[in-house]
C-alpha cells in the first residue's frame, strides 16, 4: 500500500460495523468511542512513513574473489590498487610476465600511449602498438572500480589490423598489375592513331602485337581475380562431387603442357583413385602446377606429373620440373598474391602472380596439403596431398 493513502476499504467496514451495531441497540456514546478508536488507528497506520531500507550492507569482492573471477577468463585482465598490479589473471601474466604482479603499471606497460592512459585516474581506452611483440596491436581499456581500484584489459587487435592490411595491399597491388598493361594499351593505340602515315606496316604490326599481349594480360589477370574470389568464397563448402583423379590429372596436365610442350610431359598415374572435389578446381591446380613446371623449369627438360593413390588414406600428386629451382627463402612466400621471385621471367611468360595463391586455397577448400621443394640448380618439386575416398562412400550430408 502506498504511504499516505486512506485505506478506504477497512474505513467502509468500520461505517458499516458502527452502524450496525446501532442498528442491534448498542449505546450510541459505544459506538462512537469505537467509531473514533477504529477509524484513529487507520488513519494514524496510512500516515505513518514507510519503512525505508537502511543502508546496504557494503558488499565488496576480496581479492581472491575477483582474482579467481577473473583468472580463466580468455583476455588478458589486471587489477590495480593506486598504480600497482595487485591481480593479474593467466592471459595477462602469459602476454607481460608474471613479474608484473607487484609492479607499477605504468611500469609493467611502458608504452606512451598505454602510460598516457594509466596516469589519468579516468576511465578510458587507448591502442598501443608493440605491447609483447613489434607488430601486435591491443586495445586497451581502464575502468575505475572506487577505493583506488582499477582493473584493465587488453583486447588484442592485431589479427583485425592484419586483415585489413592485407586488403589494403591486395586492393594495392591489384590495381598495379591491371594498371601495367591497361597504360601500355592506351599508349600503343594513340601512336597507332597519331602516327597512321608515318608508320610503316612492320611497326605498325608489332605495336598490334604488343596490345593483343596486353590485352590478354588483363583478360588472364582478370580472370584469375575471379577464380580467386569464388575459390575463396567457396572456402568452407566441402566439395562433395566424386572425382576420378587419375583421369582428371591426366586431362589437365595435357591441358596445362599445351600441344607444343606435349613432347616433355612426362605421366605416371596408376589404378583408380577417387577423391571428393570440385573437378574444375582440381582440373585448375594441376594446370597451374604443370604450366609453372613448363615456364620455370629447363627450357628443353622433361615435366613429370606423378600420381600415387597407394599409399594410405591420401592421393599424392607430383609435379617435378628440372629447372633452376628456387631460393629458399623465397619458399615460404610464394603462395602469397602477387608474390614472384623474378617479376620480369614471371610476366614475360604470361604469369599473373596468382597461379601459386589460387593453388593454394583449392588445397585447403579441399583438406588437403601443399609441399614445396626446391634445388637451386636441379628443380623443384610441388606436391599436394588430397584425402581419398572409397568408391562405395556416400557424399557427406549437408
Ligand atoms: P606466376 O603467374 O608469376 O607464375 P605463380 O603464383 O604461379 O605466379 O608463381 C609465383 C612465383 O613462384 C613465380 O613468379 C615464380 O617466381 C615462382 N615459381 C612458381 N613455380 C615455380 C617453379 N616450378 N620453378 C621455379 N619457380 C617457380
Same mark, same amino acid.
Given at each position: 500500500?502506498?504511504?499516505?493513502?486512506?485505506?478506504?476499504?477497512?474505513?467502509?467496514?468500520?461505517?458499516?460495523?458502527?452502524?450496525?451495531?446501532?442498528?442491534?441497540?448498542?449505546?450510541?456514546?459505544?459506538?462512537?468511542?469505537?467509531?473514533?478508536?477504529?477509524?484513529?488507528?487507520?488513519?494514524?497506520?496510512?500516515?505513518?512513513?514507510?519503512?525505508?531500507?537502511?543502508?546496504?550492507?557494503?558488499?565488496?569482492?576480496?581479492?581472491?574473489?575477483?582474482?579467481?573471477?577473473?583468472?580463466?577468463?580468455?583476455?588478458?585482465?589486471?587489477?590495480?590498487?593506486?598504480?600497482?598490479?595487485?591481480?593479474?589473471?593467466?592471459?595477462?601474466?602469459?602476454?607481460?610476465?608474471?613479474?608484473?604482479?607487484?609492479?607499477?603499471?605504468?611500469?609493467?606497460?611502458?608504452?606512451? =600511449?598505454?602510460?598516457?592512459?594509466?596516469?589519468?585516474?579516468?576511465?578510458?581506452?587507448?591502442?598501443?602498438?608493440?605491447?609483447?611483440?613489434?607488430?601486435?596491436?591491443?586495445?586497451?581499456?581502464?575502468?575505475?572500480?572506487?577505493?583506488?581500484?582499477?582493473?584493465?584489459?587488453?583486447?588484442?587487435?592485431?589479427?583485425?589490423?592484419?586483415?585489413?592490411?592485407? &586488403?589494403?595491399?591486395?586492393?594495392?597491388?591489384?590495381?598495379?598489375?591491371?594498371?601495367?598493361?591497361?597504360?601500355?594499351?592506351?599508349?600503343?593505340?594513340?601512336?597507332?592513331?597519331?602516327?597512321?602515315?608515318?608508320?610503316?606496316?612492320?611497326?605498325?604490326?608489332?605495336?598490334?602485337?604488343?596490345?593483343?599481349?596486353?590485352?590478354?594480360?588483363?583478360?588472364?589477370?582478370?580472370?584469375?581475380?575471379?577464380?580467386?574470389?569464388?575459390?575463396?568464397?567457396?572456402?568452407?563448402?566441402?566439395?562433395?562431387?566424386?572425382?576420378?583423379?587419375?583421369?582428371?590429372?591426366?586431362?589437365?596436365?595435357?591441358?596445362?603442357?599445351?600441344?607444343?610442350?606435349?613432347?616433355?610431359?612426362?605421366?605416371?598415374?596408376?589404378?583408380?583413385? &577417387?577423391?571428393?572435389?570440385?573437378?574444375?578446381?582440381?582440373?585448375?591446380?594441376?594446370?597451374?602446377?604443370?604450366?609453372?613446371?613448363?615456364?620455370?623449369?629447363?627450357?628443353?627438360?622433361?615435366?613429370?606429373?606423378?600420381?600415387?593413390?597407394?599409399?594410405?588414406?591420401?592421393?599424392?600428386?607430383?609435379?617435378?620440373?628440372?629447372?633452376?629451382?628456387?631460393?629458399?627463402?623465397?619458399?615460404?612466400?610464394?603462395?602469397?598474391?602477387?608474390?614472384?621471385?623474378?617479376?620480369?621471367?614471371?610476366?614475360?611468360?604470361?604469369?599473373?602472380?596468382?597461379?601459386?595463391?589460387?593453388?593454394?586455397?583449392?588445397? =585447403?577448400?579441399?583438406?588437403?596439403?601443399?609441399?614445396?621443394?626446391?634445388?637451386?640448380?636441379?628443380?623443384?618439386?610441388?606436391?599436394?596431398?588430397?584425402?581419398?575416398?572409397?568408391?562405395?562412400?556416400?557424399?557427406?550430408?549437408?
Amino acid at each position: 500500500m502506498k504511504s499516505g493513502a486512506i485505506p478506504r476499504f477497512a474505513l467502509a467496514i468500520a461505517l458499516v460495523t458502527c452502524l450496525v451495531l446501532l442498528v442491534q441497540g448498542v449505546g450510541w456514546a459505544l459506538v462512537a468511542a469505537l467509531a473514533l478508536v477504529w477509524g484513529g488507528t487507520l488513519w494514524l497506520a496510512a500516515a505513518r512513513p514507510p519503512e525505508t531500507p537502511g543502508p546496504a550492507p557494503r558488499r565488496s569482492l576480496s581479492r581472491d574473489m575477483m582474482g579467481e573471477l577473473i583468472e580463466q577468463s580468455q583476455t588478458p585482465i589486471i587489477v590495480t590498487e593506486k598504480k600497482r598490479i595487485a591481480i593479474a589473471n593467466r592471459e595477462a601474466r602469459d602476454l607481460l610476465g608474471s613479474h608484473i604482479v607487484g609492479q607499477d603499471v605504468r611500469m609493467a606497460l611502458r608504452q606512451p =600511449e598505454a602510460v598516457r592512459l594509466l596516469e589519468n585516474e579516468a576511465d578510458g581506452t587507448a591502442i598501443v602498438r608493440g605491447l609483447a611483440r613489434r607488430r601486435d596491436i591491443w586495445r586497451v581499456a581502464r575502468k575505475q572500480l572506487g577505493d583506488g581500484l582499477a582493473v584493465i584489459e587488453f583486447v588484442n587487435r592485431t589479427a583485425e589490423a592484419d586483415i585489413s592490411r592485407a &586488403h589494403t595491399d591486395f586492393v594495392a597491388n591489384a590495381s598495379h598489375e591491371l594498371r601495367t598493361p591497361l597504360a601500355a594499351i592506351l599508349g600503343y593505340v594513340e601512336t597507332l592513331r597519331d602516327d597512321v602515315e608515318q608508320l610503316d606496316p612492320a611497326t605498325a604490326e608489332r605495336f598490334l602485337g604488343t596490345i593483343q599481349r596486353e590485352a590478354r594480360r588483363l583478360q588472364d589477370l582478370v580472370s584469375d581475380l575471379m577464380s580467386l574470389s569464388r575459390i575463396e568464397a567457396e572456402k568452407h563448402d566441402l566439395p562433395d562431387e566424386l572425382v576420378d583423379l587419375t583421369a582428371l590429372v591426366e586431362r589437365a596436365a595435357r591441358d596445362g603442357a599445351g600441344a607444343e610442350r606435349a613432347a616433355r610431359l612426362q605421366l605416371q598415374t596408376g589404378g583408380p583413385c &577417387h577423391v571428393r572435389g570440385d573437378s574444375q578446381q582440381l582440373e585448375q591446380l594441376v594446370r597451374n602446377l604443370v604450366d609453372n613446371a613448363f615456364k620455370y623449369g629447363g627450357e628443353d627438360e622433361p615435366v613429370t606429373v606423378a600420381l600415387d593413390c597407394t599409399n594410405g588414406a591420401k592421393a599424392v600428386l607430383r609435379v617435378q620440373d628440372r629447372g633452376d629451382g628456387i631460393a629458399a627463402e623465397h619458399l615460404p612466400h610464394l603462395t602469397r598474391r602477387f608474390y614472384r621471385t623474378d617479376p620480369g621471367r614471371s610476366r614475360a611468360s604470361g604469369g599473373t602472380g596468382l597461379g601459386l595463391a589460387i593453388v593454394k586455397h583449392i588445397v =585447403e577448400r579441399h583438406q588437403g596439403r601443399l609441399d614445396i621443394a626446391s634445388t637451386r640448380g636441379e628443380g623443384s618439386i610441388f606436391e599436394v596431398r588430397l584425402p581419398l575416398t572409397a568408391l562405395e562412400e556416400t557424399p557427406p550430408a549437408g
